[in-house]
């Protein structure tokens, strides 16, 4: 039996020599270490603060609120939290394992009793001399960076969706009182219509077109109410409140925030890297990488010092003499030389998992690049939008007081009149819309950067 292990480890050795240095899973070489950038972090919310462009006192008070309270900010710091215990736990791994006991034993044999009387301590202690506890160190490190990179992310995320259902709660405000105003001038030409009628001077038919047109605008109302109030219900959720608790904050101020901004328009490369989702990818890459050096270094021995040190005795009194003294030491080095293959499919299911956070990695990187874009081009297109339809309100406004003169004097029909009107509202309505999509488009672009971007114009 013995020369048959002696044997059988020989034939083996040099395969396990050459699995130590490159593990056969293994197709292409890996890095030895994965560096960490750190000029690439992300600056808090916090301390960014982007939303003060918008010079909007009760937008910034809502940001305040919700960093303070959100459920989801709040959840992903303990998760942070969990992930930093994590790492305290694996630096834990370089220091020995120190334990105390005490006992008492009372025993009977060929009638004859004994008692025993102990106290000492133990001691374990797994040498790092392979590095395998420096790469769980380091992978439980990327993994905390990932995670508070999350929780960066959950603090872009909230400030980002406070201030869309912010921005969306003033369109709807702003609608409301489009279409108020504009129920006020309806019912005032409805008079003016009534009037003639009445007076001989107009028909029944016209008299019904214009209260329809008067009526459909104020159809519009109780929706954009219920509208208004489901935003500020959304708006208390996000800031852990109740909505009676907001109201006052809310209804001290209704403008829309300025949608006129400066954005450059070329963005340097550095300034996407520090977007959360990008940092965490990152970080997850470089944890993914670090698992890779901990499987392989499953191929070599482990070195470990176990040692005692204690007292012993008959009685409680002379536990504690020389006589009783005893302690051991024993180094011990251990080395699996056969598994089943199960570290190689261990290294290959590492690198196979590195290869999806790689692929995420670049994935993410895309993304950011297209979610960047899309809002610089959506925004620039909206300021356009915007100013067209300034332009057609104004015209629109013009066109309606013409045709309603003409119709006084008797000399345009009603029907124009109504099309002057519906006109009006419509592009008045949609000039409010494409102040809040410009608005939106701007968080957007704030969320796609991680942030505000003034300190690179």
Not at 192 to 219: F, W
């Amino acid at each position: 039996m013995v020369r048959y292990f002696f044997t059988t480890l020989a034939l083996l050795l040099p395969v396990l020599s050459a699995m130590g240095k490159s593990p056969m899973a293994l197709e292409r070489p890996l890095p030895d270490s994965w560096t960490y950038t750190s000029d690439a972090t992300q600056p808090l919310p916090s301390e960014d603060r982007w939303w003060l462009m918008f010079d909007d006192p009760v937008l910034d008070s809502l940001i305040c609120m919700g960093e303070q309270a959100n459920f989801d900010l709040d959840m992903a710091a303990k998760r942070m939290d969990a992930a930093a215990r994590q790492m305290t736990v694996a630096k834990s791994a370089y220091y020995p394992n120190i334990g105390i006991d005490a006992g008492y034993t009372r025993s009977h044999a060929q009638q004859v009793n004994s008692n025993r009387w102990s106290a000492g301590a133990s001691m374990s202690w797994e040498i790092d001399i392979f590095g395998k506890i420096t790469s769980a160190v380091k992978q439980s490190r990327a993994q905390y960076r990932a995670s508070r990179a999350e929780w960066v992310g959950a603090m872009v995320s909230m400030a980002g969706e406070i201030a869309s259902t912010y921005v969306q709660l003033r369109v709807w405000e702003a609608e409301l009182a489009v279409a108020q105003e504009h129920a006020v001038a309806q019912d005032s030409i409805s008079n003016i219509v009534l009037n003639r009628y009445e007076c001989g001077l107009g028909a029944k038919p016209q008299v019904d077109q214009s209260m329809a047109i008067l009526h459909s605008t104020r159809a519009t109302i109780p929706a954009l109410r219920t509208s208004i109030v489901t935003a500020k219900s959304s708006l208390a959720l996000l800031v852990a409140r109740y909505p009676e608790e907001i109201n006052a904050l809310l209804d001290s101020h209704s403008d829309l925030p300025d949608y006129r901004q400066i954005v450059a328009t070329g963005m340097p490369g550095e300034l996407l890297r520090r977007r959360p989702d990008i940092i965490a990818a990152e970080q997850n890459l470089a944890a993914a990488a670090a698992a890779v050096g901990i499987a392989k270094k499953d191929f070599l021995p482990t070195l470990s010092i176990n040692g005692s040190i204690g007292f012993a005795g008959p009685k409680l009194n002379d536990t504690f003499n020389k006589s009783g003294f005893s302690y051991s030491i024993a180094p011990t080095l251990s080395w699996t030389i056969f598994d089943g293959m199960a570290r190689n499919a261990k290294v290959a299911a590492a690198r196979d998992e590195m290869e999806v956070q790689m692929a995420n990695y670049n994935y993410t990187v895309m993304n950011a690049y297209n979610e960047v874009n899309n809002a610089v081009n959506s925004y620039i297109n909206n300021v356009k939008t915007i100013n067209e339809y300034d332009q057609a309100v104004d015209n629109a406004r013009e066109f309606l007081n013409l045709e309603l003169d003409l119709y006084r004097q008797g000399l345009a029909p009603y029907s124009d009149v109504a099309t002057a009107e519906q006109n009006f509202l419509n592009y008045a309505n949609s000039a409010v819309v494409a102040r809040g999509n410009a608005l939106s488009s701007l968080i957007t672009l704030y969320k796609a950067l991680g942030g505000g971007f003034s300190e690179y114009k």
